[in-house]
Each structure stands twice: as C-alpha cells, then as structure tokens.
DNA sequence: ACCTGAACACCGTTCAAGT
DNA sequence: ACCTGAACACCGTTCAAGT
C-alpha cells in the first residue's frame, strides 16, 4: 500500500533477482513500527508490506526474536559517539545521553521492545559501548567502574524513553479529591510548563540528567586518584552551587 | 496444577458459589508470570490455571489491557511510602527508589509491561505519587517542580529494573577483540565484583541512585528560596566530598 | 538459494445457551 | 450474574513443492 512498484503477482519458486534482504525486512519493519505501533509489524504484517508471503521472511530471518534484534541495532546505529573523541568526559556523557534518548524518542514503541533483550555480541551496540568505555579510562575513571557509570546512565536515558513513549497526561490524576498533594503538583507543573512550551517528558529528562550528572561529577572528584579531574569541564556545576536556569 | 482443589468437572450454568474473581486472577496472572515469564500468562493460561474456561474470565476483567492494569497495581501496592512520613525528603526518596525497584525485581517480567501502559487514575498507584509529592512540598520544593523531580527518579528506578530483569551477561562482549575498551572495563569489573560479592546490576543502581540523590540536593540547595534545606539530611554528602565507599 | 501455498498449533475475544 | 461450549479472526512457524 505505502511501497514502491507495482508488483505483479509473482508464481512459486525462486525469483530470477531476490525480492528480500535481512535489511529490508528490519527496515520495513520499523516503519510499520513507526507508523501503526508494534502491534502493526507482525511477521505476516511485515511480509504483506513487502508483498510477499510471510513464509518468505524465514529464508532471511531466524523468527521474531531475530527480527527484534536487527531493529534494535538499526535504531542503535544512530547514536552518535563522536562526543567522546572531542569532549571532556562529563560534556561527552550528555551528548550521548541526549542522542541516546533521541534515538529511542523517534521510535518509541520499539523501547520497550528492545530494552529488555539480551545484547548480540556482533552487534553494533557493542562498538557503541566501547566508544563510551574507552573515554572515561582515558578521562581518568578507574577500569572496574567506568561500566556502571554507564550502565547507571543507561539507566536513566532508557527510563527517560520509556516515560516519553508514554502518554503525556498518564499521570493526570483527573478531577480525584482524595489525593491533594499529588493533584496538586501535576496542576502547579502544567500550567508552569504550558508558559514555557516545554513538554512533561523534557522537563523529567532535563532535571535527571543534570542532576546524575552533578553527582557523577562530584564521584569522579572524590576518587582516590584525587583532584586529577584531568578532563572535566572547566567550570561546570559540581557542587551546590546556583544552576543557571 | 499448581492450584488447590481436586476441581470436580463443572456443568454449564452459573455456578452456586463464585470460583472467580478480579483479584483471583490479577494473583494468578502475577504468580504465571514469576514462574514462566509474561508469554505463559495469557488468557488461555490464567483460565486454565484456574480450572476453567477463557471465555469466564471476561465477567471479570475487560480484557487483556485491563488485566495487565489490575497486575500493575498489585505490584504497585507494595512500594512502601511510609519513609516520607518520617525522614527527610532526600532519606525517604532513597528508601523510595530501593523499594520501588525492589517490588519489581521480584517480578522481573512485568517491568517493561507496566512502564508504558497509561495510569489508571483509580489505582494504587495514584495514592502512592500522592504520598511522594506532599513529602517533597512539605520539605521546601516548589510545587511546579516536585512532579519532575520524581519521574526523573522513576525513570531512573525503572531503567534499573529493567537492567535487573535482564541477563546479567547481557553486556558481555565475548572474546572479541576490537572492542577493546570495553573488554577491558566489562572484564574489571567483574573480576572486582567477583571479590565482593556485588552484583553488577546492584553495583550500577548504587552509584546511578547515590549520583542522583548528590545532585538533587544540590539543586535544592540551588532554589530561589536559598539553602533553606530545611530537612535535607544532616551531614549527607552534597558535592565534592568524599564519598564513603 | 529463495519464493509460494497449504497446514499446524496456537492466540484473544465474542456470544448464545445453560443455570 | 456467571459459567460452558463453540466459533471467529487472528498469530508465528514449518515444510513440501516449485524454479
């Protein structure tokens, strides 16, 4: 319906040129993703897309955990880590922090998808996570804890997904009287954020991520190395001092 | 199977006592999910676990979406709050997050069911943010910001949930060897855990919650309404110190 | 090797028929 | 009101048969 050529009704047996790719198949797949929901990109869903029947898909994919998979590194290809190469530690973690999320935002129903599936060692995910490991070694974290600094991080941003991919007004408590502090806040941030054009959703990520950040930054201090902060950035908040707004 | 009774083979027609109600199967379909994960607690599973027909669950629950709402809450209800009535706001919202995350590692397959599905505003869950945001006004934050303070933590906690429910040899690269830099922090890391005895999921929501917290109190220091920190915990670390290991 | 076509073993959900 | 029993419209996946 939304494809290409008009495909004529093509009789059994193998076609003189393949109609079928792995990557075709994962990239169709987070179309109909993108556009009817997870629900819509079934295997049979995929293969009526590309026209073809969905038996056909198994000569390019093992089955549906396959299929997840291949849609994850998709979207994982696009997370820049060139931050690392050029910026102090703590400016590259918040790139890669706001890629990150931007990443899974453009696709949300594939975040809880693929938050949950065991990494594929050949994966493009992988290089990701050595970009990132490399850089904070290299910016003086010790070897045995750069990995929860990321995991941690991780942590958050993936949170920050899934809570973006949710409805915005899921936490409407609605017009309940029993619950005055709760409606109360909800009510005092939307009209506070309705003057300023900035979502629920930004807002959360935005505090977080300065907030993890602050304490990240004051970890790294405090390591045994000492004060070597060799590359923090110069003047950034560590401390309890005034955020500017 | 696993049930109770020798359930003697029922005729049609309305039964003189009751054998089901919602919260018998929003239980049932918690306890399917411990024991075989999410996909061996549909419909058809919950009915035949309880010795009787699927079509019989539909006087009791809506519906698939209806049935994972009513688990959500049964998982919710266990989050303690109590820690808001008695101890600083930056205390009770540590206790928060490690009972939070605890009451969904214990169901590790419900977690990135229930993230994404919208509030029931008539739900456990409600009473719960209710009891977070009163804490967080009373203790001095401004009413337009508490609501952001706390999805930021809860991203947080469920991102961690989520890396909890997950393999804990996810990330392991192999032995591939152009990753080096994160071979290399992948593997001192857990020969450093392996000494403690910390698991590495424990290990990344330890140093993300303490980063977190150290930040918040920093933004809170930072408020207009100055360092009135009026309850913030005496003596807890909120910059630069050195952080007891 | 790579497609079709038919089949298998599942789903969630609806609804009349019973009591 | 609340259960059974049969049916409907779906799934993912397998596999022989074609080229």
Redesign the interface.
């Known amino acids: 319906m939304t494809t290409d050529a008009p495909t004529a009704k093509r009789r059994a047996g193998r076609p003189k040129q393949n109609v079928l790719s792995p990557r075709l198949i994962h990239e169709t797949a987070l179309r109909l993703i993108d556009e009817h929901g997870v629900d819509g990109a079934g295997m049979r869903a995929i293969a009526k897309e590309l026209g073809v029947r969905p038996s056909s898909l198994y000569n390019h994919v093992a089955g549906q955990a396959a299929l997840v998979a291949g849609v994850r590194d998709l979207v994982s290809e696009r997370i820049p880590t060139e931050p690392f190469t050029r910026l102090p530690w703590d400016a590259a973690l918040e790139q890669w922090a706001l890629g990150y999320r931007l990443a899974f935002a453009s696709h949300p129903p594939t ?3 693929l ?5 594929d ?2 994966s493009a995910t ?2 990701m ?3 990132v ?5 290299r910016a003086g974290w ?19 997904a ?2 973006l ?3 915005q ?6 017009p ?1 009287t029993d ?4 409606s ?3 009510r ?2 939307a ?3 309705a003057a300023t054009g900035v979502s ?1 959703a930004d ?3 935005e ?2 991520l ?10 790294f ?2 390591l045994p190395s000492g ?1 070597v902060a060799r590359e923090t950035t110069p003047g950034a ?7 500017a707004g």
């Open positions: 975040i809880a998808l938050a949950v599936q065991p990494l060692p050949d992988s290089l996570y050595d970009a490991a490399a850089a904070l070694v010790p070897e045995e804890r750069a990995l929860s600094v990321i995991v941690a991080l991780e942590c958050f941003i993936l949170g920050a899934l809570d991919a949710a409805d007004t899921m936490l409407d408590p609605g309940r619950v005055p502090g709760f109360g806040v909800y005092a941030r009209s506070a954020l629920p807002d959360a990520f505090i977080g300065r907030s993890m950040l602050i304490g990240l930054r004051a970890e201090a405090a004060g908040t560590t401390a309890g001092e005034k955020i």
